[in-house]
């Protein structure tokens, strides 16, 4: 009886372990997550990766491909990102004009430090009428909000990550 309380507190014993180094290894992975976002937004180059959007009048819908992103760099801005919504004037040509789809060069940059952590990055575009303002919440994990507002478009809000990855 006493051999097999004993293998019964051995057992125990070792699962308390696994466990606590478990949490830890959750931890370190969130702690080193948090740093590369951090590094990421404080070099001004990064990406943000689209995974749902609400337009202002009409249901959310989500992105189902990967392809819809917008890059930050120190120099430029380039987005790719779909557009549900309402154009009030210069309405595209030809159907591949559509969407949030442009480079700017000429912006003002701003990044503030949230209260409860995270990040509020606002752009302002000077050289496009696709999108006068781009605001990004970005969380210490990575998920983001991204809000446009243009002169001709209704506002758009859109749901994802910003990539830590170096692709």
């Avoid at 009886?1 to 180094?21: D, E, F, G």
């Avoid at 949490?23 to 689209?50: C, G, P, R």
């Avoid at 701003?110 to 409860?116: H, I, L, N, V």
């Amino acid at each position: 009886m006493k051999t097999l309380l004993n293998i019964v507190i051995a057992a125990l014993m070792l699962l308390s372990v696994n466990a606590v180094s478990a949490q830890n290894s959750k931890a370190d992975k969130k702690a080193a997550k948090e740093l590369a976002v951090m590094n990421k937004i404080d070099s001004v180059n990064y990406t943000f990766k689209a995974t749902y959007m609400i337009p202002l009048q009409g249901p959310g819908r989500p992105i189902v491909t990967n392809d819809y992103d917008l890059r930050v760099k120190k120099d430029s801005v380039i987005a790719y990102l779909p557009f549900f919504g309402r154009v009030y004037m210069k309405a595209p040509i030809n159907s591949n004009d559509g969407g949030l789809k442009f480079t700017s060069t000429k912006f003002d940059y701003k990044t503030t430090t949230k209260k409860k952590g995270g990040w509020r990055v606002t752009i302002i575009i000077k050289d496009t009428d696709k999108a006068n303002r781009i605001t990004l919440d970005i969380s210490p994990n990575g998920s983001a909000t991204l809000v446009t507002v243009g002169n001709f478009r209704d506002a758009i809000t859109f749901y994802g990550n910003i990539v830590t990855d170096n692709k």
